[in-house]
């Protein structure tokens, strides 16, 4: 009940197309979901975050997509660009614990 | 920059041997989270301290161990060091207690057992 169910683990997006990547939770505690982008050889960093009485959230070319009845929430990259290519997590919180996501590797082709 | 900084960036040492690493959060954080990152896996939550005292512990072994000091720099001990201990460990700051806050991670030190 505790995990989140990330997916896929890795994916390849030609430039300019649509990067999706899902995730999933049991616990219905949850109220807060960050993503965090993590470029190889540094630390993860906030991306985009939503809390549930929103059912999207648009920052630039990221949009997150809640579903609450589902438990799901996905990140949508727009328009994706080979700087997009990065390690993405997702993460589920409550007000005690943030549970992480496994990880999805993105690589964007030029 | 996240403003986290943690000492060394790389360290090299041998099994059963231990090891320190420093995480100094940003400034005005009393927060301090824990981290490891084996190759190539996701984030594995280790243990959270908030203005000096334990808040929250994930799946810390336990020859692992760490503390918050009054100048909120935070230290993590691994002892008994295997060569699966081997990973990238990361400490995040954020300004409060709950997981609510974003957290800004450092850039991690990397351990190497051999």
């Known amino acids: 009940q505790q995990q989140v169910k990330q997916s896929p683990q890795s994916l390849i997006v030609q430039k300019g197309g649509i990067s999706i990547i899902n995730c999933a939770y049991e616990?219905?505690?949850?109220?807060?979901f960050p993503w965090y982008q993590q470029f190889p050889g540094k630390g993860p960093a906030l991306l985009i975050a939503?809390?549930?009485d929103v059912s999207e959230k648009k920052e630039g070319r990221f949009t997150i997509s809640f579903n609450k009845s589902a438990k799901q929430f996905s990140l949508h990259i727009m328009d994706s660009q080979p700087g997009d290519s990065a390690t993405y997590f997702c993460?589920?919180?409550?007000?005690?614990?943030?549970?992480w996501g496994a990880g999805t590797k993105l690589i964007i082709k030029p | 920059d996240s403003g986290v900084t943690q000492t060394p960036k790389h360290l090299i040492t041998a099994t059963g041997q231990r090891v320190t690493l420093r995480c100094s959060p940003r400034?005005?954080?009393?927060?301090v989270y824990w981290y490891q990152q084996s190759l190539d896996q996701g984030l594995q939550f280790l243990i959270q301290?908030?203005?000096?005292?334990?808040?929250a512990k994930g799946n810390i072994l336990e020859r692992f161990s760490a503390q918050q000091f009054p100048d909120l720099h935070s230290e993590l001990n691994l002892s008994s060091l295997e060569l699966g201990d081997s990973a990238l460990y990361f400490c995040?700051?954020?300004?409060?207690?709950?997981?609510?806050?974003?957290?800004?991670f450092g850039p991690g030190t990397r351990l190497t057992v051999l």
């Open positions: 995040a700051s954020t300004v409060g207690a709950t997981p609510y806050n974003e957290q800004f």
């Open positions: 400034s005005g954080d009393l927060s």
């Open positions: 301290y908030y203005n000096g005292e334990e808040r």
């Open positions: 616990n219905t505690a949850f109220d807060y």
């Open positions: 939503i809390r549930p």
């Open positions: 993460a589920a919180s409550s007000n005690y614990q943030l549970i």
